[in-house]
């Protein structure tokens, strides 16, 4: 009986009134399942003891009775004040007759960031004392009775956009700069868009939310992980990175379609722009190659996209690695702008002792003349064919400015790469708009090397990004003999710069894999005996994606920072400014793990410090 129920409700759910379509040509959408444009406006005062909010009234309203419920934002000569509550703003008019005396002594004793409540009509605003810049101006509320529910010590900052808060003060009063216009925006954005992101997967193209656990086991290769003691002696868990090998262990299990808003843990250190707790949408899917799952992606950032930004066309653009290290000097370039630059000779200059002083290089400006001479120091090391061969690669013209270095391949790439952004850097403090941003600029970065040599040892290889990860169905017989020049089915998916979603198509063979790890990455396959037993057990060919919430919801709302899309984020260091955490434990409470606290000395605590320095450095 609940079964047919419940597909009754799914049924009448999906044959509501056509809204928005989704594109033809992914698999499944081409079912064209769609969801019903006339959406419910949310009822916004139900269960609660107001009656409206601050900001829904209008015109429409004049002659009601309300209750509002709400914090004084200002008070103007105790005649006026401004409620506000999540929704708005709201004029209020202190009533001055002696009969209601009471009433005038609460909301004019009041502190401002009081809570109170206050019933009366909402009336018009007398002739010309309008104000069109509140969706709110052209009414007021008259009150007639008014309730202090809480009143409001002296704050360490005002509520007030445009008042200047250090970030420290912010998070160590983060309650209270959540009441701010820009936080309840960007939190309320996030919320919804990651309800249509979960309406979009599980009601269009039937994803299976599933949660999975966070005391988990720690896996070789990739980030740093916290440790969680056990109370077995010289057991720890510890805090899965991402839930990369469930999704995989769900695949295998049957489940074809997952997805999670998953808590993810990196013990990184101190990183300006890392949390060591953060947010991914997390998504798996069995018989899927690369397009699919980009399709996938592209449908999903279009349907969730927020209607007050510039819609996103898709599909997206795709670049190799190489092709993007080659043209950007990185593997998350920013395309909103080109190559093509107005700089002075100061900013060369500039830019050289840029180079210098962050990466101890030389780089070589060619200023190109006219008559196609090259104004420059290493010109008389160029012979004439090698000069128009580069400015036939590189289309240069007149007036060109062109940046040299030498070096290996990479570090040469990354550093011209760099330079570029300051370049950009510097135009902009000039005014030129470069990187506008209500420009949304995405890419597809593809064909990864599967193995990068460690930075320890050259000789040995590690995984580019995790050690799951196909190679290229091209490359798969260069395993046994040139692994260093195999590429993968990595994907990243880049947004202004900032690489927003990374994944790949996962190995299925459970041969391939423990070749992979034991053979050339040398890793203790028994840490990952549970994964491979279950792909000997039939899996699925399989692949997958998770998109950074908090460095997607940071450029979606033009925060500085993705600490600003994050309702308690910890500070650059890692700590919580608001409750002192991570904070110390006493000694007892240690015992039932059998661990104890080794005190570094003053020499560790200062190398230490000098390493968290470096990390907010760069």
């Known amino acids: 009986m609940y079964l047919r129920s419940w597909l009754s409700r799914l049924c009448r759910g999906l044959s509501s009134p056509v809204g928005r379509t989704t594109p033809p040509g992914w698999g499944s959408l081409s079912r064209n399942v769609v969801l019903s444009s006339h959406r419910r406006i949310p ?23 309300v209750t509002l419920c709400g914090w004084i934002q200002y008070r103007r000569q105790n005649i006026f004040l401004v409620l506000r509550d999540f929704h708005g703003l709201v004029q209020v008019v202190i009533p001055q007759d002696e009969s209601s005396a009471s009433v005038k002594k609460i909301l004019c004793e009041a502190p401002l960031e009081s809570v109170v409540k206050v019933s009366g009509i909402v009336i018009s605003r007398p002739p010309g004392q ?27 900052f005002e509520i007030k956009d445009f008042v200047k808060k250090t970030e420290a003060l912010r998070l160590q009063y983060r309650y209270l700069d959540l009441r701010s216009f820009q936080m309840q925006y960007n ?16 009601n269009l193209h039937g994803f299976v939310d599933v949660e999975t656990p966070t005391l988990f086991k720690r896996t070789p290769g990739g980030a740093k992980e916290f440790l969680v003691p056990s109370r077995e002696p010289g057991k720890f868990y510890s805090l899965p990175q991402s839930p990369q090998q469930f999704k995989q262990l769900l695949m295998v299990g049957g489940l074809d379609r997952y997805f ?23 998504i798996e899917m069995s018989f899927v190659d690369q397009t699919g799952i980009q399709s996938l992606i592209e449908g999903l950032l279009q349907y969730s996209w927020p209607k007050d930004k510039e819609p996103i066309m898709i599909p997206f653009p795709s670049m190799t690695f190489a092709e993007a290290l080659t043209t950007y000097g990185t593997d998350k370039p920013d395309t909103r702008f080109g190559m093509k630059k107005y700089l002075k000779r100061k900013d060369i200059e500039s830019i050289r002792q840029f180079a210098t002083d962050h990466f101890n290089q030389e780089v070589l400006p060619i200023f190109l003349k006219a008559n196609r001479n090259w104004n420059s120091t290493v010109a008389k090391f160029i012979m004439e064919e090698q000069r128009l061969e ?9 007036e060109d400015v062109v940046l040299l270095t030498a070096g290996e391949h990479k570090k040469a790439c990354s550093l011209l790469g760099k330079l570029r952004l300051e370049c950009a850097n510097l135009l902009e403090m000039r005014g030129v708009v470069l990187r506008d941003p209500k420009l949304f600029s995405f890419l597809w970065v593809v064909n990864f090397p599967l193995f990068l ?61 423990r070749y992979i790890l034991a053979t050339l990455l040398k890793e203790d396959v028994k840490l990952l005996s549970h994964l491979l037993q279950a792909l000997d057990y039939g899996a699925p060919p399989h692949g997958g994606i998770a998109l950074g919430l908090d460095r997607l919801m940071c450029l979606v709302a033009g925060a500085p920072s993705i600490r600003d899309v994050i309702a308690f984020p910890k500070s650059f260091r890692g700590h919580d400014l608001m409750s002192n955490a991570p904070d110390s434990v006493p000694p007892e409470e240690l015992k039932p793990y ?3 606290v080794s005190w570094p000395t003053d020499s560790e605590a200062e190398k230490s410090s000098l390493n968290q320095s470096h990390h907010l450095e760069n």
Do not use: W
């Open 43 to 65: 009822e916004l005062s139900s269960f609660v003891v107001r009656t409206n909010t601050c900001g829904e009234l209008c015109s429409s309203h004049l002659g009601q009775e």
């Open 130 to 156: 309008e104000n069109p810049k509140m969706p709110t101006g052209e009414i007021e509320i008259k009150v007639k009775t008014a309730e202090l529910l809480n009143a409001c010590k002296k704050l360490p």
């Open 187 to 202: 939190l309320r954005l996030r919320s919804e868009m990651v309800m249509k992101i979960r309406e979009y997967l599980c």
């Open 453 to 513: 040599p460690k930075e320890e040892n050259p000789t040995e290889l590690e995984s580019a990004h995790h050690p799951f990860t196909a190679p290229h169905p091209s490359d798969i017989h260069l395993l046994y003999t040139e692994p260093k020049k195999v590429r993968s089915q990595h994907y990243d998916l880049v947004l202004n710069g900032s690489e927003i979603g990374g994944g790949s198509i996962r190995i299925h063979d459970a041969e391939l894999q």
């Open 594 to 596: 059998h661990i104890q």
């Open 260 to 282: 999670q808003v998953a808590r993810c843990y990196r013990d990184e250190g101190s990183r300006p722009d890392r949390q060591p707790e953060f947010t991914q949408i997390d």
């Open 390 to 398: 580069l400015a036939r690669l590189m289309e240069t013209q007149e």
